[in-house]
């Protein structure tokens, strides 16, 4: 008889970043980054980690989530589980009941993505491999039952993913050869947000010319004056070739949106991320029609795939943002590498928070050597925040993130910090 | 010093309803109709009394939203609350970590809508009123005030709300009386439920008749050839006159729920509710393209007032179902009601569960006097389990709600099955 899943262990883990404004903008004032945290335990002594990320007050209910979810893997068969991720990720967000609170959407979702990261870790970890690595290892038709197709065959059908994947499978080698030795393009939110004054921007601004970054994020959305002035200071420093986005976290409506991207846009705007209402498809597409050739960006709050199919079907999107613990794991965000792909729309994943971008970066490795098969005008966000607390953290050469060679998903933390940062009754908090 | 709102309880009221498999349907085979109940007290010893709804696991979850945006409300004068409940529902909303978990979706929007219904049974409580009758007493300055615009003015303006609402000021008197006299007009789900076999479809069918309702609303999208014959049996009973409606509940993709109109299209129906993913704007858009006259119905789990913002501009319902416990409450059901005026689309209640009815009643009444000024093609679900739990139950006449009198929003309901039926502890689930 072979080994099951037999335990489950949740943490509430936050970290109190608000008391230092990183993390601001004009959505969220004051983020306290936090992990809802999973540990799947099998009775031969092995172990998968996982989270979902949240920005504080209400981690607890994404705890309560991960537990609930995770009840549904405890006395299944590892074997099962880790050949047949595809079943486990549609298994544990079947519940019936459950699912009225979402559906696949809010806190239970957030549930999901933490049990599914969490059994991918598990399945790495006993292939030997990095998420990353395990994805880009299976065939095109593994590939294809990862994916709930449920709601997705009007915009590609398995068979046309299973298509498009074989055609990418002879340069697979060669690109991962590449990737290996070259790493993946970043690109840094520090230097720009709205908590800090414009001398501290200007100084972030200038140390991320310096070490080498070609992509620069600025949060804006609050006072449009002051945008104005912000872009302008930043792009004097950027000088003319290297990238300047702006992000709005969701704060205007959709004429708003449309009058600040003009006014920006002076500034050589890349992308405009978060413009308004992150379910709006409709109002993204029209912003996207009126601030050409400025690109529309948005995903980290894009709730499942059925989100990303429609904002790529109504050109709604040139950049398409996914989230590894917003989405319901691992298999969702494939879903969306592949519908991305069907559009040539670039995937640049939302990271940062706490341990997003130890996620992510397996996530866009993975769509460059199996799926799109582009670099091109992709990067991952990068923020230089709480890294030293995970077991296989980043490693960044310059500006690019270079491939994780541990096992499993990068999700596992050290013990110190998470009992250091639990809450409520963690050392941190307790003073 | 005025009073103030300086309690909060919560209450886990789950009926085990999956007992006798009512309510039964594609995708949710085993409902326990549950409420995530919430009362405010106010220091001068009134109550205001509010839920969600959920259909049993992880009501804890909906319970504890509740509880952590109840929270909000606690220490605001109840003046300030009552009389400015725009913004006392934009207040509960706001906490920037918490919003993270939606935003304004899932568990924790579920969470507001308990709230902002609590504190609207509150406010009617002391103006002598039941809600329907507070909403339609406000001027339409008033009802304009009571919805969060960010998202929405590109569909609607508060000057062109305003200007709707008071287009239809001068004939509220009149509506008022024909309301009082001849009640709200129903249908009833309570015949089709998957979970019952032919000979129970057929013997429900033929009471409902009986019982004078004039249209019935059939569960499908489990197996084509059996919803073929389900349909024809209740086709059969209630004639060629009397109205047929069906309601895939998510179960189907874009192709297959087209492919299921046309096969069921021959029993003549009225509306395919929940064809698909609820999430789906663009999908239900192009089925709506492809099976009129059928009318697309959905919003039972439309979670805001933005998607339903892009149902309407894209043409994808044709029938309106807001939820009173899905939305953020009644300032964002308001919000629904005056876009689907615009667009001339029947706002016809998502209802049933445990309180629904109770609640929604109210909703239509106020837009039939105020803003529709229509009860054409408008009819709230019905279906009769639950009521006797309520202070304030729904009062029908053959097929027609009569007016709740009672002040507040119906929400309240005895104590005596909130401590029965209380989770995990009540009699009703310890034996």
Not at 121 to 136: E, F, N, Q, R, T
Not at 142 to 158: F, K, M, S
Not at 183 to 192: D, E, K, R, V
């Amino acid at each position: 008889m072979g080994a099951r899943i037999t335990g489950l262990e949740t943490f509430d883990v936050r970290f109190p970043t608000s008391r230092e404004l990183d993390g601001s903008d004009a959505m969220n004032e004051a983020p306290d980054y936090s992990a809802a945290y999973l540990v799947l335990h099998t009775d031969d002594g092995h172990a998968g980690h996982g989270f979902t990320f949240t920005i504080g007050r209400g981690n607890e209910l994404a705890v309560a989530a991960a537990r609930v979810i995770g009840e549904r893997a405890v006395g299944l068969a590892v074997d099962d589980v880790v050949h047949d991720l595809g079943g486990f990720a549609r298994h544990v967000a079947a519940d019936s009941q459950l699912r009225w609170l979402g559906p696949d959407k809010g806190t239970i979702h957030l549930g999901t993505a933490a049990v599914v990261n969490a059994a991918w870790d598990l399945a790495a970890k006993l292939a030997g491999k990095p998420v990353w690595k395990l994805l880009a290892d299976m065939s095109p038709r593994q590939l294809v039952d990862l994916v709930d197709w449920r709601y997705l065959t009007d915009a590609l059908t398995p068979d046309q993913a299973l298509e498009m994947l074989q055609r990418q499978e002879p340069g697979r080698a060669e690109r991962e050869a590449y990737l290996r030795e070259h790493g993946y393009p970043a690109y840094t939110t520090s230097a720009g947000w709205l908590g800090y004054d414009d001398g501290k921007l200007a100084r972030l601004c200038r140390e991320a010319v310096e070490q080498g970054w070609d992509a620069v994020k600025l949060k804006v959305g609050g006072n449009l004056d002051d945008d104005i002035r912000r872009c302008r200071i930043a792009r004097e420093i950027l000088g003319p070739h290297r990238r300047l986005m702006i992000d709005a976290n969701q704060t205007l409506g959709v004429p708003d949106a449309i009058r600040w991207a003009r006014a920006l846009g002076e500034s050589g705007i890349w992308w405009f991320e978060e413009p308004t209402s992150p379910d709006d498809v409709l109002g993204h597409a029209a912003i996207a029609a009126e601030i050409a050739p400025i690109k529309v960006a948005t995903g980290e709050h894009a709730h499942n795939a059925v989100m990303f199919k429609q904002f790529l079907a109504a050109d709604a999107i040139g950049i398409c943002q996914i989230d590894a613990c917003r989405l319901g794991g691992v298999n969702e965000a494939v879903a969306a590498l592949l519908l991305a792909a069907t559009k040539g729309v670039p995937v640049c994943p939302h990271a940062g928070g706490v341990g997003l971008c130890e996620l992510v970066r397996h996530l866009s490795m993975f769509d460059y050597v199996a799926v799109s098969g582009s670099m091109e005008n992709r990067v991952v966000e990068y923020v230089d925040h709480l890294h030293e607390h995970f077991v296989d953290p980043v490693r960044m050469r310059g500006s690019r993130y270079l491939v994780p060679e541990l096992p499993g998903y990068s999700a596992e933390m050290h013990p110190d910090p998470v009992r250091r940062f639990a809450f409520p009754d963690g050392e941190a908090w307790r003073t």
